[in-house]
């Protein structure tokens, strides 16, 4: 989606959290609410940007299926204990489920549960995208706050191109987490393998021990 004739607002405060006294941005475009939370008000380049899909199950729940708190609990301590650098999370709240929703999601983790399928698989099993998340909405809010020179922390490739498709100049820094879990250590697996996520060589090589070793306890 291109976001055209664009009607903006914005909402800002500053609040304490857990990881530090940061500031809420909140934007409504066209309609649609998403957040964005950076340790400093007023911003400039080379900005630490990490563009977060909204995850209730595990970032609320505390579920070890995927790796989606660790990595936002991640770069959230980084922007809290980090007082030099500027940091800005952009949080999309219609993300669920790699863009399906909630009770898709569901749906797909049940299958998962049942029928030993992937996360890949699981969308596939029920004639759902694999991923159909839209981040267009970042780009009216990044040129608001007048950004080019992005240190984006993401594994994600397709983050990445979009980024560079609209004229953004964009530095990489790859985002990881120890998993929690065997769910989780089986989801990074299949987001590296089938995903293409940037996740270095070494560590994909861990990751499929650990889940080997899973497997033969298992049996």
Same mark, same amino acid.
């Not at 922390?153 to 979009?162: A, D, E, G, L, R």
């Given at each position: 989606?291109?976001?055209?004739?664009?009607?903006?607002?914005?909402?800002?405060?500053?609040?304490?959290?857990?990881?530090?006294?940061?500031? &809420?941005?909140?934007?409504?475009?066209?309609?649609?609410?998403? =957040? @964005? *939370?950076?340790?400093? %008000?007023? #911003?400039?380049?080379?900005?630490?940007?990490?563009?977060?899909?909204?995850?209730?199950?595990?970032e609320i729940f505390g579920c070890l299926k995927c790796d989606c708190s660790n990595q936002l609990e991640k770069f959230l301590t980084l922007m809290g204990e980090d007082k030099k650098n500027n940091y800005l999370l952009i949080y999309f709240?219609?993300?669920?489920?790699?863009?399906?929703?909630?009770?898709?999601?569901?749906?797909?983790?049940?299958?998962?549960?049942?029928?030993?399928?992937?996360?890949?698989?699981?969308?596939?099993? &029920?004639?759902?995208?694999?991923?159909?998340?839209?981040?267009? =909405? @970042? *780009?009216?809010?990044? %040129?608001? #706050?007048?950004?080019?020179?992005?240190?984006?922390?993401?594994?994600?490739?397709?983050?990445?191109?979009?980024?560079?498709?609209?004229?953004?100049?964009?530095?990489?820094?790859?985002?990881?987490?120890?998993?929690?879990?065997?769910?989780?250590?089986?989801?990074?697996?299949?987001?590296?393998?089938?995903?293409?996520?940037?996740?270095?060589?070494?560590?994909?090589?861990?990751?499929?021990?650990?889940?080997?070793?899973?497997?033969?306890?298992?049996?």
């Amino acid at each position: 989606m291109r976001v055209k004739n664009i009607n903006i607002r914005k909402t800002v405060t500053k609040a304490p959290t857990i990881y530090g006294d940061f500031w &809420f941005f909140c934007f409504n475009v066209n309609g649609e609410e998403v =957040l @964005a *939370i950076s340790n400093k %008000k007023y #911003f400039r380049e080379n900005v630490r940007l990490r563009l977060h899909s909204c995850c209730v199950t595990s970032e609320i729940f505390g579920c070890l299926k995927c790796d989606c708190s660790n990595q936002l609990e991640k770069f959230l301590t980084l922007m809290g204990e980090d007082k030099k650098n500027n940091y800005l999370l952009i949080y999309f709240l219609n993300h669920e489920g790699r863009g399906i929703g909630l009770f898709n999601k569901i749906m797909t983790l049940d299958a998962q549960r049942k029928l030993g399928l992937d996360t890949y698989e699981a969308n596939e099993y &029920f004639d759902f995208p694999v991923d159909c998340r839209d981040y267009s =909405l @970042a *780009i009216p809010i990044l %040129k608001h #706050f007048k950004l080019k020179n992005i240190i984006l922390y993401s594994n994600n490739p397709t983050k990445i191109k979009f980024l560079r498709e609209h004229g953004f100049k964009v530095r990489i820094h790859k985002l990881f987490t120890p998993p929690k879990s065997k769910d989780a250590v089986d989801y990074l697996y299949i987001k590296a393998i089938k995903g293409g996520h940037l996740i270095k060589p070494e560590v994909v090589k861990l990751i499929n021990n650990l889940r080997n070793e899973q497997i033969k306890t298992r049996k």
